[in-house]
């Protein structure tokens, strides 16, 4: 069984910061990328960042000086390092696996997206 457990968010100060993880378990081969997206109480899902095996990076522009995500590999681990918060970051912080690739009892399996179960990061002014 695969998953991905989010943890690190929570109340801050605005101007703080905050670091996320997500680390993804289960009998993993590989993941393609794996990023953060966000969802604002009545908004849409939005991309935060996302970074690929290789290293390659995209940020919203909104984040962009701000928020850096980083990855181990090995440990099938993504970090979101989260300074200078403000009121509109507040929302749920969702990890995604892209491209993820694992061992079932029926041999090599693919999940094109998964998703973790989200967590809260609130900014306090």
């Known amino acids: 069984q695969v998953q991905l457990v989010e943890s690190g968010g929570g109340l801050v100060q605005a101007g703080g910061s905050l670091r996320l993880s997500c680390a993804a378990s289960?009998?993993?081969?590989?993941?393609?990328?794996m990023g953060w997206y966000r969802q604002a109480p009545g908004k849409q899902r939005e991309l935060v960042a996302v970074i690929t095996s290789g290293g390659s990076t995209n940020y919203a522009d909104s984040v962009k000086g701000r928020f850096t995500i980083s990855r181990d590999n090995a440990k099938n681990t993504v970090y979101l390092q989260m300074n200078s918060l403000k009121h509109e970051d507040i929302a749920v912080y969702y990890c995604?696996?892209?491209?993820?690739?694992?061992?079932?009892?029926?041999?090599?399996?693919?999940?094109?997206?998964?998703w973790g179960q989200g967590t809260q990061v609130t900014v306090s002014s």
């Open positions: 289960g009998n993993i081969k590989s993941i393609n990328a």
């Open positions: 995604n696996a892209d491209g993820l690739i694992y061992y079932s009892s029926y041999g090599l399996k693919r999940m094109n997206v998964y």
